[in-house]
């Protein structure tokens, strides 16, 4: 999954600081668990801040990570 949030980021010129940011997190840790597969199965609320923050459908990102 994090590939896809990976290839939204370098499409949008955007770093994951800034996904953090736009957020609303405190510190990018949480992107980081993400990030390096701390985080297997990511909470919708998760999902939905992050699909909210770079502008996706949710189904962007997940129609992705279920093709693997």
Same mark, same amino acid.
């Given at each position: ?5 990976? &290839?939204?980021?370098?499409? =949008? ?7 953090? @940011? ?7 840790? !949480? ?13 919708? @609320?998760?999902? @939905? =801040?992050?699909?909210?923050? !770079? ?9 992705? &990570?279920?093709?693997?």
């Amino acid at each position: 999954m994090w590939d896809k949030i990976q &290839s939204i980021l370098d499409k =949008k010129n955007m770093t994951a600081n800034k996904l953090a @940011e736009l957020m609303g997190l405190k510190n990018n840790s !949480l992107i980081y668990e993400l990030k390096h597969g701390h985080i297997k199965k990511p909470s919708f @609320e998760l999902m @939905e =801040k992050i699909a909210d923050a !770079l502008e996706v459908s949710m189904d962007e990102i997940r129609k992705s &990570s279920e093709r693997r």
